[in-house]
């Protein structure tokens, strides 16, 4: 089992659309959970961390944490074609307190 | 957020030289960076972790001899391929936490290698 697991896609939503990407985590104490967005041929940029249950609202972006369910979302609002990119999900606190887990990924499409 | 360069951002060189690649974080000390390679369409694979004052910590399956990673300072670890050979050809990014309790992981640009 991976530590953290992520539907690689591709998710395609419209223009104007919410887009919700979903991550699951296998380490039951982890404490500190990411989301990165990786364009093509670029390194990934962190756009929202969660640190407890419940929303966490960032301008267009959403991240949700259900640690009972050891689920995590990212909802992004009014979606634009410029959001189109690969999104990683990444968990770090558990066992091994030092170490980020990274999913593998799952890729947007935002169509105009 | 906090800001982690690295340089080169692309090298290309012979099959069999050896490529140094900097990552630095700028305004932050970082005990401990990442280093990660990424092939095309690929996820992330840590390859190891770079402790400042001690020896990095490798991953299962990559080889210290050929990786030879150095953390000199908190603000500078190094990654040394040596004798690089086409299959090492790869997008090199390198990542650092900041501290203070967020914990947050931020990534250096990355380095696009080349080797013929």
């Known amino acids: 089992q991976k530590e953290v697991e992520q539907n690689s896609g591709p998710l395609s939503v419209p223009e104007g659309a919410i887009a919700s990407l979903n991550c699951t985590y296998s380490d039951r104490v982890s404490q500190s959970f990411f989301w990165y967005r990786q364009y093509s041929g670029k390194s990934p940029e962190l756009i929202m961390s969660i640190y407890s249950n419940g929303d966490k609202e960032d301008g267009r972006f959403t991240a949700q944490l259900n640690k009972a369910s050891q689920y995590v979302s990212l909802l992004i609002r009014d979606s634009q074609p410029s959001d189109s990119a690969t999104y990683l999900c990444a968990v770090n606190g558990g066992r091994n307190f030092n170490k980020f887990y990274f999913g593998s990924g799952t890729k947007l499409n935002v169509k105009p | 957020g906090a800001v982690v360069s690295q340089h080169p951002s692309r090298v290309i060189c012979k099959s069999g030289t050896s490529v140094k690649i900097e990552c630095r974080s700028l305004d932050f000390q970082a005990t401990t960076m990442f280093w990660y390679r990424q092939f095309p369409k690929q996820s992330l694979m840590l390859m190891a972790t770079?402790?400042?004052?001690?020896?990095?910590?490798?991953e299962q399956g990559v080889e210290k001899d050929k990786f030879l990673i150095n953390h000199a300072s908190l603000t500078l670890s190094t990654l040394t391929v040596t004798s690089a050979h086409p299959e090492d050809s790869s997008f090199y990014i390198c990542?650092?936490?900041?501290?203070?309790?967020?914990?947050?992981?931020?990534f250096g640009p990355g380095t696009r290698l080349t080797v013929l």
């Open positions: 990542s650092a936490p900041t501290s203070g309790g967020s914990n947050e992981q931020f």
């Open positions: 770079s402790n400042e004052g001690s020896k990095a910590t490798y």
